[in-house]
Every structure is written in structure tokens, then in C-alpha cells.
């Protein structure tokens, strides 16, 4: 319980500034402005679906719903998932917890590899997703809209002066700690379990060749494979994640092993599941073997 609390404690700045952020970001950047510009795989449509995913929320079950909403309302396949991915890889909240727990290096890494993995989806999706199964997963997607309206929002520089607009922040960030405090919770208390219960031995069993000075390149690579077996089996979503990834950096797991467990959070058990309900089991086991 005390390492749980530290733990949280530490990182509790970066989630409160982060989510203050976002939440301004979402409050005064509207949903409809994030929609236009994304019907196709372009270039232009790629970058907007990134940057939008940039500049939203960092809870990966909140972006499987946004995500889901731009795809039923339109926008393609590509600059949708290129806008998940992002906005469960790149949001600025989430560099900052990774900067608390792990360091610099990792943010780098994180936001380096985040790019790529959208640059290779974008190739991957473009040369092997079939037109039909698209237009399936969209229609499914659309029936699990529940509306397909958005609300009307006041121009930005109106609702940034107005009182009415940070009670609109107020609200989100609130919603905010609503949408990950679940995930937040079970990943904090999992990392102060195995961080007190769980020896370093097992670690050392589960990741060839950790805790070594200079593991050989044949380690490193089953450790990028046993990463996101692991993080299948943990059920944590993109934020609840970090502080076990700093448990098993401290047990010596390599920085390639800590970033495949980190950019897994896609791939979690629950995750797939909510894939199947928006888009159908078919297109959410595509989905899992590009992000894979």
C-alpha cells in the first residue's frame, strides 16, 4: 500500500496538469473541427488524425469511443486509427508521467515510436484491408453510434472569455478522472504489488536476459516479444500501464523490452473486446494483427 500511494503520488502533478490541458484542448478545439479533412488516406487527412490525437485525452477506452465516432461520421480508416493510436502514444499528459517514472530517454522513444508505428498502420492498412470488410466494420460502427449529432459550441475566442467555457473545462476534467481512474487504480496498486511481492528473479525468468549490463541482441529481441504478451495479460489501458513498465525497468528489463510493453496498450484483452462490439470480430482481429 505504501509503494501504491508513492507511486501515485508521484506522478499525481503530471496527471492533474495533463488532464488540465486536455481538457482545455477539448473544451475550446471542437469535436466537428477534428472531423473535416479526414475522408481519405492521404498525407493531410494522416497528419490531422495524428494531430488531433495529440491534443485529446490519453484514456485508451475514451479513445476507442472518439475513434469510433470519426470513423461512423466519415473520416477513414487510416487517419482513425492514425488519430488512436496518437491519442494513446503521443498526448502530452502522458509523456509527462513517463517522464516522472522512467526519464527522458523513454519520451523520446515514446514519441519516436509512436510516429512510426502510424507511419507503418498507414502502410500496412493501405496495401491489406479489404474495401468490403471497411464498409462492414463502418456500418456496424454507425448502429453503435447513439447519436449522430454533434452539440453546437460557440466560437472559441467567445467561450475562452466566458464563464460558461471554463465551467465546460471544469466538467471535462472532471470526466477526465472519471474515464481513468479505474485503469489508474489498477495500475498503480499492480505495480505496488509486484514491486513488493514479486522477486526479482521472476523477472530474470520472464525476460531473457534482464538485469544484465549488456544483454545480446537475441535477448533484447524475445524481450520486444514477451512485452506485449505481457501487457496482454494485465488489462491496464494506455496511463495505468506506466508505473509497471517502471517496476520492470527497475528489474532490469531493457529499454526495447519496457517501450514493446509500453506501446501495447492496444492490445490488452479489453481493448479487443470493446473492437469487436464497435466494428465486428473480424476487423477488430485486423486491427490487433496491424497494431501487433
Not at 492533474?16 to 473544451?27: A, D, K
Not at 531473457?208 to 549488456?214: E, F, L, R, V
Not at 509497471?244 to 496498450?265: C, E, K, Q, T
Request: proline share 3%; aromatic share 16%.
Amino acid at each position: 500500500a505504501t509503494t501504491t500511494v508513492g507511486l501515485f503520488w508521484m506522478a499525481f502533478w503530471a496527471f492533474g496538469l495533463g488532464y488540465l490541458i486536455s481538457s482545455m484542448i477539448q473544451v475550446f478545439v471542437t469535436r466537428e473541427r477534428m472531423k473535416k479533412s479526414m475522408g481519405d488516406a492521404s498525407a493531410a487527412s494522416v497528419g490531422l488524425g495524428t494531430f488531433f490525437g495529440f491534443i485529446s485525452s490519453s484514456c485508451s477506452f475514451a479513445a476507442l469511443a472518439t475513434t469510433r465516432s470519426l470513423f461512423a461520421k466519415g473520416a477513414g480508416i487510416v487517419p482513425s486509427l492514425a488519430f488512436l493510436l496518437s491519442s494513446t502514444n503521443l498526448v502530452i499528459e502522458l509523456g509527462i508521467v513517463i517522464a516522472v517514472f522512467l526519464g527522458w530517454q523513454f519520451v523520446v522513444g515514446e514519441y519516436v515510436g509512436g510516429v512510426l508505428l502510424i507511419l507503418l498502420m498507414w502502410l500496412v492498412v493501405r496495401f491489406t484491408l479489404p474495401h468490403k470488410l471497411a464498409d462492414t466494420a463502418r456500418e456496424k460502427a454507425r448502429k453503435a453510434e447513439q447519436s449522430d449529432t454533434d452539440e453546437e459550441v460557440p466560437d472559441w475566442k467567445n467561450l475562452i472569455r466566458s464563464k460558461e467555457g471554463w465551467q465546460r473545462v471544469a466538467f471535462k476534467y472532471v470526466m477526465e478522472w472519471h474515464m481513468v481512474w479505474k485503469d489508474v487504480t489498477i495500475g498503480f496498486t499492480v505495480a505496488g504489488i509486484i514491486a513488493s511481492f514479486v522477486p526479482r528473479s521472476f523477472f530474470q525468468s520472464l525476460f531473457p536476459g534482464s538485469g544484465q549490463p549488456d544483454p545480446a541482441f537475441w535477448d533484447i529481441l524475445l524481450q520486444t516479444i514477451v512485452g506485449p504478451l505481457a501487457a496482454f495479460f494485465t488489462f491496464i489501458g494506455s496511463m495505468g500501464n506506466i508505473p509497471l513498465a517502471a517496476v520492470l525497468y527497475g528489474n532490469g528489463v531493457s529499454f526495447a523490452g519496457v517501450m514493446a510493453f509500453i506501446f501495447s496498450d492496444l492490445v490488452v484483452l479489453p481493448v479487443l473486446r470493446i473492437q469487436a462490439q464497435y466494428y465486428g470480430w473480424r476487423m477488430a482481429m485486423y486491427i490487433l494483427g496491424v497494431f501487433l
